[in-house]
């Protein structure tokens, strides 16, 4: 799928075009793939 926001503190990530996407205090960039296979977590609706 491509890249998303992990927010390193909460283990959510955020999708591209959101409002929170490369916006949290902490975080990296990373690969759905990567951010699902390492127990990190979508962010409630879509956000």
Known sequence: MGVVWLNTDSGIYHMPG?????????GVYMCKADADATGNKPAANGQ
Do not use: D, I, L, N
């Open 18 to 26: 959101t409002v929170h996407y490369g916006m949290t205090k902490t």
